[in-house]
């Protein structure tokens, strides 16, 4: 797998092994980021917020099935380490609570990280990922630590995404949750999830089988559904991560590459569906019962409260005991207690 990317703000790694890279500080600099990222897995583009793992194919034979029973599928190809995925966390959770009504949301596999086997453009081995992951943190404000490739680096993100096919097996609503709680594990704890006491925990907090998890995990059908993931990115032209492919009951199909803002993701869901989007309770209370992990990013998008008030709002709610405090060196998470 390759990635490209040039960085022109910050470099940085979400992508297929991790996600690194290098500032670019002048024209050389740039070119010189031009002629390696070719080689280099690891460069992705903060800008557009891609992490490309290869050139986009010839073939996108989109797969334009649309079997469910509402208006739109969804199909998101994603990672558990795929830290760009992470920042788009905001907007993913405010898109489910204004149309999730009209959406069927496919969570798809893209395999970054299958190992350190290689060697190029200065990232080699975990460690020379660390500081990349903190400049992302700032970009996206979503709290990352990057001392995991420090303290416990990941040797693959094939794991952690084996055991999300077989956490799917049991049942989709606790995958999405159990999902959330190990990028929850990784991004702030610094755990590494590619370890099962980690994935078991993600797993217990879920409600999810834990016994029929480790079967299912090491049994070798979580394994082919990842395989096939992987074989339907391939076929659908995907090039990098995040990739959301909108599609209708006619076929049509809108496509969204990497972070972007909220608009663009409504956009695409209302060029394919002209339903009226649904209303929600945006009191912390009711963002809570639904959520019950929030970061001070996602608060603000959730509650239209702009950045600073969303954080003096939860940290009064931290201090009256209503809601708990995980802070890490990039940002905090909040919990209800």
Not at 97 to 126: C, Q, V
Not at 220 to 246: C, H, N, S, Y
């Amino acid at each position: 797998m390759k990635i490209k990317g040039i960085m022109s703000a910050f470099l940085f790694l979400i992508t297929m092994n991790s996600c690194s890279g290098q500032v670019v500080t002048d024209k050389s600099n740039k070119e010189n980021m031009e002629n390696t990222k070719e080689k280099n897995p690891l460069l992705c583009d903060i800008e557009t917020g891609m992490c490309e793992t290869g050139p986009e194919t010839s073939e996108n034979k989109i797969d334009t099935r649309n079997e469910g029973t509402k208006p739109v599928r969804v199909v998101y190809f994603t990672d558990p380490i795929c830290s760009s995925c992470w920042g788009i966390e905001p907007q993913l959770r405010k898109l489910k609570l204004e149309y999730g009504y009209a959406l069927n949301i496919e969570y798809r596999m893209g395999g970054l990280l299958p190992d350190w086997s290689y060697n190029s453009g200065g990232i080699s081995k975990p460690s020379d990922v660390a500081h990349h992951w903190d400049e992302v943190s700032v970009y996206y404000d979503m709290p990352i630590d990057g001392d995991v490739w420090l303290e416990d680096p990941l040797n693959s993100s094939y794991p952690p995404s084996i055991a999300f096919k077989a956490a799917q097996m049991q049942d989709e609503t606790k995958a999405v949750k159990f999902l959330r709680e190990l990028r929850e594990l990784l991004f702030l704890e610094k755990k590494n999830i590619t370890k099962w006491e980690y994935v078991e925990q993600a797993a217990k907090k879920t409600g999810l089988d834990v016994e029929r998890l480790k079967t299912d995990y090491e049994g070798g059908q979580a394994e082919k559904l990842f395989k096939e993931d992987l074989q339907l990115a391939r076929e659908m032209g995907v090039r990098g991560f995040p990739t959301i492919f909108f599609i209708d009951d006619k076929n049509a199909v809108e496509r969204v590459y990497g972070s972007k803002p909220y608009p663009v993701y409504e956009g695409s869901v209302l060029k394919l569906f002209q339903g009226e989007k649904q209303e929600y309770g945006k009191e912390w209370s009711d963002l809570f019962s639904i959520y019950p992990t929030l970061t001070a990013k996602e608060f603000s998008v959730l509650s239209g409260a702009s950045r600073e008030n969303a954080e003096i709002q939860l940290e009064k709610l931290v201090t009256k005991g209503k809601l708990s405090k995980f802070t890490t060196k990039n940002g905090n998470l909040y919990k209800v207690q």
